[in-house]
């Protein structure tokens, strides 16, 4: 069983920039997709960001897409979330996943294993 673990949440004012990273243990990292999702209070887990295997397909939700980049380095076992133009509406929780499969998709379902997560907040 891999093991997830997020860093680089925090506070940071609309506007601004955070980087997300995930470090993933275990070496199945490379063959599978990785996803980045997040929850905000009182709602349900939502899909932000999908990157392949190897890294040349990415997918994103409509509500990032131009704002945040998802990318692996897969020597370091690790996957990142770019996030700029931060607005308070991106405050939530932020989960890292790994897929089950290469490629992946906007799906939680698609996902095997999760990490515990990390808080990020957007102050207005």
């Known amino acids: 069983q891999v093991q997830l673990v997020e860093s680089g949440g925090g506070l940071v004012q609309a506007g601004g920039s955070l980087r997300l990273s995930c470090a993933a243990s275990?070496?199945?990292?490379?063959?599978?997709?990785m996803g980045w999702f997040r929850q905000a209070p009182g709602k349900e887990r939502r899909f932000v960001a999908v990157?392949?295997?190897?890294?040349?397909?990415?997918e994103y939700a409509d509500s990032v897409r131009g704002r945040f980049t998802i990318s692996r380095d897969n020597a370091k076992n690790t996957v990142y979330l770019q996030m700029n133009s931060l607005e308070p509406e991106d405050t939530a929780v932020y989960y890292c996943?790994?897929?089950?499969?290469?490629?992946?998709?906007?799906?939680?379902?698609?996902?095997?294993?999760w990490g515990q997560g990390t808080q990020v907040t957007v102050s207005s």
């Open positions: 275990g070496r199945t990292f490379s063959g599978y997709a």
């Open positions: 990157i392949s295997w190897s890294g040349t397909i990415t």
């Open positions: 996943a790994k897929g089950t499969s290469p490629y992946g998709s906007s799906s939680g379902g698609s996902f095997g294993s």
